[in-house]
T-cell receptor, first 114, second 112 residues
Framework: GAGVSQSPSNKVTEKGKDVELRCDPISGHTALYWYRQSLGQGLEFLIYFQGNSAPDKSGLPSDRFSAERTGGSVSTLTIQRTQQEDSAVYLC????????????FGPGTRLTVT | GDSVTQMEGPVTLSEEAFLTINCTYTATGYPSLFWYVQYPGEGLQLLLKATKADDKGSNKGFEATYRKETTSFHLEKGSVQVSDSAVYFCALSDPGFQKLVFGTGTRLLVSP
């Protein structure tokens, strides 16, 4: 497709389980970002990838959160031992290299931890 | 660190009314400024942007001017429509990695 896609669109999990969230970027977009949108915290940055490397992980809230990107394309955000406060919409955004290009957002994955 | 402050919502207007949503920022360096919009049930979309002081971004009748002296980027529209009902987010991006720092969002409700 032409846009950023994310899967699953919805995920309900039990507290303590691990979850994986996937982002498929727009072809050719080398920059990839993960954000989280929650009622209490608004929209917050989690991690930035340029190609396969992550020069900015400063927004990851704890060591239970990790992310990787392979082949300069698909990215996976993993949350281990989920907690109720992890419930949020996780958004992926991608951008062409170069500072003048906008970020294109995917539809998000709504994560609910019960 | 960098931050964005925008007015609390919801903002409730009648169709054809004038809209202003205030946004101010704190940043080191010279960020780019953005307004994103989230329509009900949809993802975030870029509405407009400005990359340097005194630039005016505009799109779909919306405008915002990058004011360095007042560190502001207020969103305006002369005549709102029901279809403009959405949540509007002001944001800045750092000159380095371009990560976005968002305000808390302002919900706009336009009634016929």
């Amino acid at each position: 497709g032409a846009g950023v896609s994310q899967s699953p669109s919805n995920k309900v999990t039990e507290k303590g389980k691990d979850v994986e969230l996937r982002c498929d970027p727009i072809s050719g977009h080398t920059a990839l970002y993960w954000y989280r949108q929650s009622l209490g915290q608004g929209l917050e940055f989690l991690i930035y990838f340029q190609g396969n490397s992550a020069p900015d992980k400063s927004g990851l809230p704890s060591d239970r959160f990790s992310a990787e990107r392979t082949g300069g394309s698909v990215s996976t955000l993993t949350i281990q031992r989920t907690q109720q406060e992890d419930s949020a919409v996780y958004l992926c955004a991608t951008r062409l290299a170069g500072s003048s290009y906008e970020q294109y957002f995917g539809p998000g994955t709504r994560l609910t931890v019960t | 660190g960098d931050s964005v402050t925008q007015m609390e919502g919801p903002v409730t207007l009648s169709e054809e009314a004038f809209l202003t949503i205030n946004c101010t920022y704190t940043a080191t360096g010279y960020p780019s400024l953005f307004w994103y919009v989230q329509y009900p049930g949809e993802g975030l979309q870029l509405l407009l942007k400005a990359t340097k002081a005194d630039d005016k971004g505009s799109n779909k009748g919306f405008e915002a001017t990058y004011r360095k002296e007042t560190t502001s980027f207020h969103l305006e529209k002369g005549s709102v429509q029901v279809s403009d009902s959405a949540v509007y987010f002001c944001a800045l991006s750092d000159p380095g990695f371009q990560k976005l720092v968002f305000g808390t969002g302002t919900r706009l409700l336009v009634s016929p």
